[in-house]
C-alpha cells in the first residue's frame, strides 16, 4: 500500500546552538519584546485553560497583552488538568539525593528513548525549579514535611526524589493556582473569558493564524474571533482510543483543523500507556480510572508464579509470588518508567498469570508498606487513591491488593513546534500536552505538569513577544478567508446533522477505539497495522453514511459535539497508525513486535529513525517531513533499567 509520501526534511529555525546551559537565556535574549504601552494593543487568543492555556493566559495579561479564553466546559477550573494526581517534577534538590538540572535532563531524554530534542529537555529541566517557585508563591498547598520544607516522593525513570505533590490532587491544586491568576486578570478586563465555546476551525490570512471559527456550546450560534496570533492548549487526544484515563471531553479537533489548515502534525503513534488503571470492567464501561504512579513508591507489583492460579492473593505464600519489576529490573524495580511497567504486565498477563476477571491485571499490594509505615502513613500519603479505588471496585486496598492493567494515558505526540514553540503556520503556538512536546517517545511520570506549566508561565510569554512585535497586523474581519473558514464549520455542522441514519455517535467511537487498542496498542506490527488502517477507512465511511446526530444545530447538542470530535478521530486515527506503521523500530510507548531484543526490550534503530516524523496534510496522502535529531549530551545508548 502507498500510504504516504517523502517530502522534505525540516529544521528547528529557531533553535540556539552553542553551550546547552545557556541556550534559553541567549534566546530570550535575542528575540524582540514589545514595549509595554504598546501590548495593550495586541491580542492573543489562547484555546484552553487547563495548566498550560490558563498559566500562559494569566501571565500574558499580566504583561499587559489583551487575552481572549476559550474552552468548552462550562469554567477554565474544569479543564481535564484537574484530574493529574500524582505530582508535578523539579530538580530541587531538596534531599540531597544526587539531583540536579543535568539529572533532570539526562533522565527525561534517556526516558524518552532519545526521540526529544536536547535543547528543549535542558530548558525544561532548568525552568522546572522556577514552577515551583512559583506555584509556591500563588499559594498552591504543596505537602510538607515535618520542619516545613516541601515534601517529594520518586516517579518512574528516576532514581531521586523529586516529585513535588499535593496528596492525590496536585493537579487540582496547580489549577486552582493558574485559575486565581487568570480570575484575577479577568476582573481587570484583560482577559475575556468565553467558556462553554468550541474552537472548530482556524483562521490563516497571508499566511498567518489569525484567529478561530467557535461555536457557542449553549445558543449553537457559530462566529470568527480575530486576534494577532493564537495560541493552542488544547491538550492531548488518547480518547481516540474510546476507552482512556482522561476526561470523556478531552478531543483533537484544535490541533486537527490546524494540521488541515498547515500546521504539520508530528509522532502522532507515541502514545502512552499507563501500567496503573484500574482495569476494564466491562463492555458498557466509557471512561477507565488511573491509580497514580506515586502509587509505585509504596506498592509492590506481583503476579501468582504460576499460570491459571486462582486462589485469594491473602492464599498465595511469598514464595509462590512473582515480583516481577523487581525480579526483572533490580536497580529500579517498581519505579520503572511506564512504557516498561506496562509491557511487563502485558507479558505476565500474556503468560496466563494475570489475575482477576478475564486474567487481565496484576497486584499492586501495600500490605508491606502498612507493615513498616503504618495504615495512617499510608492513608496521609494516598488516602484519596485508595478511597476512589474503593468505590469504583468494592474492594478494600487497605486489606486486599489493588488490581491494576495498563490503559491509555497520554499523547506525546501533537502539533509539531519549534524551540519558540511556534507551528509551521506563523502566529500559531501550541503548548502543553498538544504540542508534541520535550517527551520523545515515553513520557516520565510527573512530567506533563511540568511541561505544560513550563510552556505557559515561562516560555510562551516569551518567545511570543518575538513574534508580536511585528504586529498590531491589519484588520482581517473583511477578508474572503474569514467568510469561508466560518462557511466551513456551517457546512460541516449541517452535514452532520443531515446523515440522519440508525447508528450513535458512540457506537462508532467505541468500535474505533476497539481497532485502535487491539491493532495499535501495546503492541504493535506491520500486518495489524496495515489491517487497522483498512478497519479505520471502511468504518470512517459508514460513520458519514450511518451516523444519527439527534437535535439541531441552534440550541445545545452534545452528540453534535462529540459527531464531530468523532469524526476528526477518524482522520487522527489514520495517521497514528500510518506514522506507527512507517516507523520500524521501537522506540518508547511505541513497541513494534518485529523489532525486540531477545530479552523483550524495545529495539531502537537510531541509524533509520532517529527523526521527529512530522506529517503534512494534504487531503489526501500524508506527506512525511522528517527533523533529525542529535544528541551531544546524553548520547543514544541502549535504554537500561535493569
Ligand atoms: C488521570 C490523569 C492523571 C494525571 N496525573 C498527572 C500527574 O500526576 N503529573 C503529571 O505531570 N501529569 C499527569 N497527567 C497528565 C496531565 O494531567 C496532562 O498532560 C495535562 O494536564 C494537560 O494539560 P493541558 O493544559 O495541556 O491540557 P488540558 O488540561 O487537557 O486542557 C485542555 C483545554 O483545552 C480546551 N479545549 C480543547 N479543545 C478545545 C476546542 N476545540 N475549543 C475550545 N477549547 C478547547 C479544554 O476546554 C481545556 O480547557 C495526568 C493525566 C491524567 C489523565
Redesign the pocket.
Known amino acids: 500500500m502507498h500510504l504516504f509520501d517523502v517530502g522534505e526534511p525540516i529544521r528547528d529555525r529557531a533553535a540556539p546552538d552553542g553551550e546547552i546551559e545557556t541556550r534559553w537565556e541567549r534566546r530570550r535574549f535575542g528575540a524582540r519584546l514589545v514595549n509595554p504601552a504598546n501590548r495593550r494593543k495586541l491580542t492573543v487568543i489562547v ?7 490558563g498559566s500562559a493566559a494569566a501571565t500574558l495579561a499580566e504583561a499587559g497583552y489583551r487575552v481572549r479564553s ?4 462550562d469554567s ?1 477550573r474544569r ?3 484537574i ?6 517534577n523539579a530538580a530541587k534538590n531538596y534531599r540531597n539525593d544526587g539531583d540536579s538540572i543535568y539529572r533532570l535532563f539526562y533522565d527525561t531524554v534517556k526516558g524518552g528513548d532519545f526521540r526529544a530534542r536536547e535543547s528543549n529537555v535542558y530548558r525544561l529541566a532548568q525552568l522546572s525549579v522556577n514552577i515551583v517557585d512559583q506555584c509556591v508563591a500563588q499559594g498552591v498547598p504543596f505537602a510538607r514535611e515535618y520542619g516545613g520544607l516541601l515534601d517529594n516522593r520518586s516517579f518512574g525513570g528516576a532514581q531521586v526524589s523529586r516529585t513535588f505533590y499535593a496528596r492525590g490532587q ?2 487540582q491544586q496547580l489549577l486552582l493556582g493558574a485559575y486565581q491568576a487568570m480570575e484575577r486578570q479577568i476582573a481587570a478586563g484583560n482577559i475575556e473569558m468565553n467558556a462553554r ?4 476551525e482556524l483562521i490563516v490570512v497571508d499566511g498567518r493564524a489569525r484567529g478561530i471559527v467557535v461555536r457557542d456550546l449553549v445558543t449553537g450560534s457559530v462566529s470568527a474571533e480575530f486576534a494577532d496570533a493564537v495560541v493552542l ?4 487526544y488518547g480518547n481516540v482510543f474510546f476507552l482512556s ?2 476526561a470523556k471531553g ?2 483533537v ?2 490541533t486537527w483543523r490546524a494540521h488541515r489548515k498547515g500546521a504539520l502534525f508530528a509522532n502522532p503513534c507515541f502514545t502512552q500507556i499507563h501500567p496503573t488503571c484500574i482495569p476494564e470492567s466491562g463492555t458498557h464501561q466509557s471512561k477507565l480510572t ?1 491509580m ?1 504512579e506515586s502509587l509505585r513508591n509504596d506498592g509492590r507489583v506481583w503476579v501468582p508464579s504460576r499460570a491459571s492460579d486462582s486462589r485469594q492473593p491473602a492464599d498465595i505464600p511469598e514464595d509462590e509470588r512473582d515480583y516481577y519489576l523487581e525480579r526483572i529490573y533490580p536497580s529500579f524495580g517498581n519505579l520503572v518508567p511506564r512504557d516498561i511497567a506496562s509491557r511487563a504486565a502485558k507479558h505476565v498477563c500474556d503468560e496466563g498469570r494475570g489475575v482477576g476477571p478475564g486474567g487481565l491485571g496484576v497486584y499492586l499490594d501495600f500490605a508491606d508498606a502498612i507493615r513498616r509505615l503504618g495504615r495512617g502513613a499510608v492513608e496521609a500519603k494516598y488516602g484519596n487513591l485508595f478511597e476512589m479505588y474503593q468505590r469504583i471496585t468494592g474492594e478494600d486496598p487497605y486489606v486486599v491488593p489493588m488490581r491494576i492493567y495498563p490503559a491509555v ?2 499523547t506525546m505526540g501533537g502539533l509539531w513546534v519549534d524551540y519558540d514553540l511556534q507551528s509551521t503556520i506563523p502566529g500559531l503556538f501550541v503548548i ?3 504540542n508534541f512536546s520535550d517527551h520523545g517517545a515515553n513520557r516520565l ?6 511541561q ?1 506549566l513550563a510552556d505557559g508561565y515561562f516560555v510562551l510569554p516569551n518567545t511570543i513577544s518575538n513574534y508580536l512585535a511585528a504586529g498590531p497586523f491589519p484588520d482581517i474581519s473583511d477578508r474572503a478567508e474569514v467568510a469561508r473558514a466560518r462557511q466551513a464549520v456551517v457546512d460541516r455542522l449541517d452535514r452532520l446533522l443531515s446523515v440522519d441514519g440508525d447508528r450513535t455517535v458512540d457506537s462508532f467511537h467505541r468500535e474505533l477505539g476497539h481497532v485502535m487498542w487491539e491493532y495499535c496498542g501495546m503492541e504493535r506490527t506491520e500486518e495489524g497495522l496495515t489491517k487497522a488502517i483498512g478497519l479505520i477507512r471502511g468504518l470512517h465511511d459508514e460513520f458519514w453514511q450511518r451516523v444519527k446526530v439527534p437535535g439541531t444545530g441552534e440550541q445545545l447538542n452534545q452528540n453534535l459535539e462529540k459527531a464531530g470530535r468523532v469524526a476528526d478521530f477518524f482522520e487522527l486515527a489514520e495517521l497514528i497508525c500510518i506514522d506507527a506503521l512507517h516507523r520500524r523500530e521501537s522506540a518508547g510507548g511505541h513497541f513494534r513486535a518485529e523489532s525486540q531484543t531477545p530479552d523483550g526490550e524495545a529495539l531502537r534503530h537510531d541509524d533509520e529513525f532517529g527523526y521527529v516524523a512530522a506529517w503534512e496534510f494534504t487531503g489526501d496522502r500524508p506527506v512525511l517531513h522528517s527533523e533529525d535529531l542529535t544528541f551531544e549530551y546524553v548520547h543514544p545508548s541502549t535504554r537500561s533499567y535493569k
Do not use: F
Open positions: 484555546v484552553g485553560t487547563g495548566l498550560a492555556g476559550y474552552c468548552y466546559q477554565p479543564a481535564h488538568s484530574a493529574a494526581q500524582g505530582g508535578i496536585t493537579g465555546h468550541e474552537m472548530l492548549a488544547s491538550g492531548g484515563t482522561n478531552c478531543n479537533t484544535a488511573l497514580s494515558h497520554y502543553g500536552e498538544a511520570g510527573a512530567s506533563a505538569l511540568m505544560g
